[in-house]
């Protein structure tokens, strides 16, 4: 596999501000993600549950980028393997993906802040529509991923209640806007604060998902992360065909993960007791 590692400079440029921006990192393959990503919701009836997107609320299909032969491949590619090894290590865990049609804003939050195990988690971020400030671009407030510190602390409190704390609307607060093209891959760890404003009713997305991998002491937190699945009624942390056409290469970053998930099809089955419908994020 030739490498495509990321330098110092990149990674010290992660550590400090918990984002990366890849302009055109995926250009060549472009048309054919796009095709492999309509593919996945024509299977899923075109939206959330197998009804078609209405356009009035999020639409998420999970286990995304599983369910295709194309798309599992993009964590074979190594542009996108090296930038998980770079942060997280050659044995980092692929802990599954979503595809996503985005409606309207997305208030500020944090996919994990400072849980699962305290390892690092980083999202991959795929956009397949041109995206501006105004238009439902990422929007990331740089830094707010460093746990413990009083500034990331406070936007960790206060960030979502920014009218009542701040006096300031949530596309009013200070952020940097990370506008993209097609082709155009983003990286940004889980703890830090991001939203989206302004976006149409059809905005396409998709996000792969790792981590660290984690050591023996903390198989409970991968536990526990894993059956966060439930809601989605998923019975296995993978769908079958990622699995299917793993190399061996691929199953170092699957194995962890198919050795930890056997408690997931239990929780799910309560959940969909509990629940009208699998979750929207």
Same mark, same amino acid.
């Given at each position: 596999m030739t490498t495509t590692r990321l330098t110092p400079q990149q990674l010290a440029q992660f550590d400090t501000f918990g984002y990366l921006g890849f302009p055109g990192l995926l250009a060549d393959k472009a048309d054919a993600i796009i095709d492999a990503f309509g593919a996945v919701w024509d299977m899923h009836g075109g939206g959330h549950n197998g009804k078609p997107h209405d356009g009035?609320?999020?639409?998420?299909?999970?286990?995304? #980028?599983?369910?295709?032969?194309? #798309?599992?491949? #993009?964590?074979?590619d190594p542009r996108i393997h090296d930038i998980a090894a770079s942060i997280l290590g050659d044995d980092f865990n692929y802990m599954g993906s979503d595809g996503n049609f985005y409606v309207g804003d997305t208030r500020w939050h944090s996919d994990g802040y400072g849980g699962?195990?305290?390892?690092k988690h980083i999202k991959i971020a795929f956009y397949l529509d041109p995206l501006t400030r105004d238009t439902g671009a990422l929007r990331v407030i740089p830094g707010s991923h460093r746990i413990g510190d009083v500034?990331?602390?406070? #936007?960790?409190r206060d960030a979502a209640k920014?009218?009542?704390?701040?006096?300031?609307?949530?596309?009013?607060?200070p952020a940097l806007a990370l506008e993209t093209q097609l082709g155009d891959v983003l990286v940004f760890n889980h703890d830090i604060k991001h939203s989206a404003w302004g976006g149409s009713t059809h905005r396409r997305m998709f996000t792969m998902n790792c981590c660290q991998r984690y050591p023996e002491s903390k198989l409970s937190d991968l536990r526990d992360y894993i059956g966060g699945g439930s809601r989605f009624f998923i019975e296995r942390a993978y769908d079958n065909t990622i699995v299917r056409t793993a190399n061996p290469e691929r199953m170092v970053h699957l194995e962890q993960v198919l050795a930890n998930d056997g408690h997931l099809a239990e929780l799910s089955r309560k959940r969909r007791i509990d629940m009208s419908e699998p979750a929207r994020g």
């Open positions: 009035k609320a999020r639409s998420v299909v999970v286990q995304f #980028l599983d369910q295709s032969e194309y #798309l599992c491949t #993009l964590l074979d699962r195990g305290g390892l500034f990331s602390e406070q #936007l960790q920014s009218e009542d704390i701040w006096g300031i609307s949530g596309n009013q607060v």
